[in-house]
Each structure stands twice: as C-alpha cells, then as structure tokens.
C-alpha cells in the first residue's frame, strides 16, 4: 500500500505536523487543577458566618473585612492590629470610592467587636456597609 505524500511527487523533505492530543491532554490536566484550587483560595480567613434566609451579598464588588472568634481583624486577608486599622484603611480606600465594605465576623464575636468596625468605618466616610451572613438551611 502506498501512503499519500503530501510535500510533492517524489521530495524527501520531512512531514512537520502539530501533534495537538499531548497539548490537549495537559490543557485538560490544567483545567482540573483549577477547578479544584480556585475554591480553596476564595476567602483566606475561615469564619463561621451567622446564618439568615436574606441572600449573601457578592463580597467580590467591594473591600471585605473579617473579624474572627478572637477578635482578630483581617482586611481582606490582611491581619490587623487596632493601632494600624486606621492607616491601612486609609491607603486602601479613599472618600471617593464608592464600593461597599463588607462585614463578616464569626457567629461567636462579640456585638461589640463589630459596632466597633463600624464606627472606624463610618469615621472614614464609608456610607455603604454589608454584613455578610451565611445561608440557613430551608426549614421543612
């Protein structure tokens, strides 16, 4: 049986293709190792959230911050100290900006811990102020 030769009657030059099953077999092992990682790294600080029937608000629109069981708290995944909550606060958002701020605190923090945040929140101009909650599990 003869095989068709695609470079001409009688050329002897080599036959250059793009072998495209190898780079499909990693762009397909890739895509896997996305989708398992990407849900790990949406939110560093692990809290358990209070739960309500409201809907959680999408916490990707604005600055989120996180106040632990301890007390601890995290802008964005940023750890904060009382005394450096002001400066850093200011660097990041200005009174112009318009984006929401985002509260999520352990079900166990102190009420206090979070009025707390606020006051510090609304000292910096910030009008738009979230409370993120988890969602309750409907009741049969």
């Known amino acids: ?16 293709e793009i072998n495209v099953t190898s780079l499909v077999d990693v762009m397909t ?4 190792i996305f989708m398992i990682t990407t849900p790990m790294i ?11 029937r409201a809907t959680a608000p999408d916490l990707d629109e604005g600055l989120v911050i996180t106040i632990t069981q301890d007390g ?4 964005e995944e940023r ?3 009382p005394s450096q909550f002001d ?22 923090v102190s ?6 945040v606020i006051d510090k929140l609304k000292g910096h101009g910030v009008t738009r102020i979230g409370l993120a909650t988890g969602l309750q599990p409907a009741q049969k």
Request: net charge neutral; charged share 20%.
């Open 1 to 16: 049986m003869k095989s068709f030769d695609f470079n001409g009657a009688g050329s002897h030059r080599a036959l250059s």
């Open 111 to 116: 009420y206090k811990a979070v009025i707390t």
């Open 29 to 32: 092992v890739l895509l896997i």
């Open 87 to 108: 400066a850093v606060f200011q660097a990041v958002y200005t009174k112009e900006d318009e984006r929401p701020v985002f509260i999520r605190g352990d079900e166990q």
């Open 72 to 75: 601890s708290v995290y802008l």
């Open 79 to 81: 750890h904060l100290s």
């Open 42 to 52: 949406q939110s560093g600080v692990q809290v358990e959230l209070p739960k309500a």
